[in-house]
């Protein structure tokens, strides 16, 4: 029994990269990334005396690093349950902690444990409180959350220390409470961060700043979100932690739960749009491997007046697909302008002008919301430089 509890420790970590896989520089990581199921493999011995063994099962871990369940066998027969303990993970991919099972804690040092840029594979080596040594992996379940988000808009621009903020909504599709839920920025970026439950028929502030709700089984839940600048910040998509302390979070899609966030030391446009299909679902349907759809996108620029480019895409996904827009008369829906691959146009203060963008096929595009979107970009050129800082957008899927 003491060895088993010796390797819950270590199972605490799942979550993390086995050792024969190098961190990947270009991800980045979290102790949210730990949450979830993960289930375990590990050897031990005590350096003193020859009493090897292994240990396998599961351990459970919230969107907080808290470890909330699980249990362990051992090459002897012995099981045992997980009763406590909490573990961390960097940005880097490293993690740390300790693990409770039994009364005996088992311990993985900063350093001594790594997760896998996939975020499912760990490998990790530890002592625990009676002396032995263990050394396993973990491979993290795949279980789906049952958490939907969305973020509304999906992009603000700000000046100096003016709060940017969005509206989120979290939907449970268990059959069972959603406990503790809450959102935090997983990105790192110069800003403070609040959110705060809503009144989702009046937007109307409730609640208490940065307190986590439950939410009961198929319901949902309306926040508000302000992220504060204390810096400039370039554009950045601000990834969003949807989680709740017995569930996993919600999958993140860019776009669709992120908010894409610059600031400025000097007044900016400050685009917020609104997307509208013929169908008012949110899809633009291309009839055919090679016909045309079409959908409508309106705008307040609630910042000051500047120059604009308009301009669509489907962002990381290679799609089969060309997208033309135009400005267009918002009482009828006209073109005004051009069509072309963008428009560049200059958009006052408080002014709402409006954009038609059109979807042309030529190969089939597969239903799939989360990854099959066209994304409209209102980019406003920076003074004294060439190039473009993103001042809003909007989303919207494509399907055939």
């Known amino acids: ?81 997980v009763t406590g303990g909490s573990v961390s993970l960097d940005s880097s991919g490293l993690f740390f902690g300790v693990i409770t099972a039994s009364g005996i804690t088992s311990t993985i040092s900063q350093g001594q444990g790594k997760m896998d840029a996939g975020k499912t594979i760990a490998s990790f080596v530890g002592i625990d409180s009676q002396g032995f040594r263990f050394t396993g992996n973990a491979i993290k379940a795949e279980t789906p959350s049952p958490l939907m988000t969305a973020v509304v808009p999906s992009s603000r621009s700000v000046q100096g220390k003016t709060p940017a903020t969005a509206f989120a909504t979290i939907i449970n599709t268990d059959q069972t409470i959603a406990i503790a839920c809450s959102i935090a920025p997983i990105t790192s970026i110069s800003a403070s961060f609040v959110y705060q439950t809503t009144n989702p028929a009046t937007n109307q502030i409730i609640g208490t700043p940065n307190t986590p709700v439950n939410i009961g089984p198929g319901a949902a839940q309306s926040f508000v979100l302000a992220l504060t600048p204390i810096a400039p910040i370039t554009s950045t998509d601000v990834r969003l932690s949807f989680g709740c302390t017995n569930t996993n979070p919600a999958p993140i899609n860019v776009g669709l739960n992120t908010l ?11 685009i917020v749009t609104l997307a509208a299909t013929p169908t008012n679902d949110g899809i633009v349907n291309i009839p055919g491997a090679t016909g045309t759809g079409a959908f409508a996108v309106a705008t307040v620029n609630v910042g000051t007046s500047g120059t604009i480019a308009a301009s669509a895409d489907t962002g990381t996904a290679s799609l089969p697909l060309t997208i033309f827009l135009c400005q267009t008369n918002p009482a009828t829906g006209q073109c005004i302008s051009a069509v072309g691959s963008s428009v560049t146009t200059t958009i006052n203060a408080n002014a709402t002008p409006t954009f038609a963008i059109f979807v042309q096929g ?39």
């Open 260 to 270: 894409l966030l610059s600031a400025s030391a000097t007044p900016v446009p400050d």
């Open 1 to 81: 029994m003491k060895r088993l509890l010796s390797l819950f420790q270590l199972w605490i970590f799942v979550i993390c990269i086995d050792f024969a896989f190098p961190v990947d520089a270009l991800a980045i990581f979290s102790t949210v990334d730990l949450a979830g199921t993960g289930h375990i493999f590990d050897f031990f011995d005590h350096p003193s005396f020859n009493d090897p063994g292994w240990n396998r099962g599961t351990v459970t871990i919230n969107s907080s690093g808290t470890v909330t369940g699980g249990t362990l066998v051992d090459s002897d027969g012995f099981s045992a349950a």
């Open 362 to 400: 030529s190969g089939n595009v597969p239903f799939d919301p989360a990854a099959n979107r066209i994304f409209v970009r209102f980019k406003g050129r920076r003074q004294c430089d060439s190039w473009f800082y993103e001042r809003g957008g909007e989303d919207t899927i494509v399907g055939k």
